[in-house]
């Protein structure tokens, strides 16, 4: 799998728009970019995917790169809910390697 | 849609002890995964089936871990001689039949090998 480079950690204020930077200057053709995000004490969860064009859902919207080098994963309006540890993962689907590699993410620290 | 779930939360052993953790995937996923979990690292992938099926193990998976699941519903991962190097947070996804669709992760098994 290709690998992603993220910030260890960033800091935002609540209820301001979050930022969160991946590189994957690796990245192939087939290569999905997948976000997730690990709360405390729990088993990571989906926040959001992409290939070539950006994408919103209702947790985050993801902003790729035209040469897809990179992507910004953004959280509109973040709350102290959103701390966590936020993973991006290239997914190559193409060859039935379905599995997930995770790099060690982004610790995101929300100040009230 | 009841979630991925494991069994048990917490499991603490002496080194040399077996231990068997189970995980109960979505009821309609045919994909289950096993990655395990140390203190600030991302999950690390164990192993991987489609139905009964083991189609993927990583080298991480040593002779003294099998993994089973044996009607391609639930799965077992056992332990067996532990070690303290054992001592992580087991975790175990499952996701449907689309190759490109969303894991969802149980809240993990924390083994703790003394």
């Known amino acids: 799998d290709a690998k992603t480079t993220q910030p260890n950690s960033m800091e935002s204020n609540e209820e301001e728009p979050v930022h969160l930077p991946c590189n994957h200057s690796?990245?192939?053709?087939?290569?999905?970019i997948h976000w997730y995000r690990q709360l405390p004490s729990q088993g990571p969860e989906y926040v959001i995917h992409?290939?070539?064009s950006n994408v919103n859902n209702r947790m985050a919207s993801l902003a790729i790169a035209e040469d897809r080098k990179s992507s910004t994963l953004i959280l509109h309006r973040a709350t102290l809910r959103d701390a966590a540890v936020y993973y991006c993962?290239?997914?190559?689907?193409?060859?039935?390697?379905?599995?997930?590699?995770f790099g060690t993410g982004t610790r995101l620290t929300i100040i009230p | 849609d009841t979630g991925v779930s494991q069994d048990p939360r917490h499991k603490i052993t002496k080194r040399g002890q077996n231990v068997t953790f189970r995980c109960d995937p979505i009821?309609?996923?045919?994909?289950l995964y096993w990655y395990r979990q140390t203190l600030g690292q991302g999950p690390e992938f164990l192993t991987y089936f489609q139905n009964e099926a083991q189609l993927e193990k990583s080298r991480l998976l040593s002779d003294r871990f099998s993994a089973e699941r044996p009607k391609g519903s639930f799965s077992t991962l056992e332990i067996q001689r532990t070690e303290q190097g054992d001592s992580a947070m087991y975790l175990c996804?499952?996701?449907?039949?689309?190759?490109?669709?969303?894991?969802?992760f149980g809240s993990g098994t924390q083994l703790s090998v003394l």
């Open positions: 992409g290939l070539t």
């Open positions: 993962i290239l997914r190559d689907v193409d060859f039935g390697n379905e599995k997930l590699t």
């Open positions: 009821s309609e996923h045919n994909r």
């Open positions: 690796t990245i192939s053709g087939t290569d999905y």
């Open positions: 996804a499952s996701s449907s039949r689309d190759p490109n669709e969303k894991l969802f």
